[in-house]
């Protein structure tokens, strides 16, 4: 079954860490050949993009989160990772990875962040 599963999400105190993960059940020519984004979605608030890596490993980030949040993608997994750092209330919400390529999203996951 073609899906993608984020995991990793929870509730962590102002100033942790998370790592989140997003592994795409794809065959690997299609994960390859495919940029990756990562949207969330805050309570009462619209999903937004705020991260994405290409298929050369290239990375944007939206301001709220450059220099907090890094990405990496591990092709042989078939898995992108969303490492966040030093996070803030606001960065509460459902995290969810898309697969550009064929435009397939995740389920997503909920990240807390609070004290």
């Known amino acids: 079954q073609v899906q993608l599963v984020e995991s990793g999400g929870g509730l962590v105190q102002p100033g942790g860490s998370l790592r989140l993960s997003c592994r795409a059940s794809v065959s690997e020519d299609i994960f390859r050949d495919s940029d990756m984004d990562w949207y969330r979605q805050a309570p009462g608030k619209q999903r937004e993009e705020f991260a994405s890596?290409?298929?050369?490993?290239?990375?944007t980030f939206a301001g709220a989160v450059k220099g907090r949040f890094s990405i990496t993608r591990d092709n042989s997994k078939n898995t992108v990772y969303l490492q966040m750092n030093d996070l803030k209330p606001e960065d509460t919400g459902v995290y969810y990875c898309?697969?550009?390529?064929?435009?397939?999203w995740g389920l997503g996951t909920q990240v807390t962040v609070s004290s």
């Open positions: 898309r697969l550009m390529r064929i435009n397939l």
């Open positions: 890596i290409s298929t050369s490993n290239k990375t």
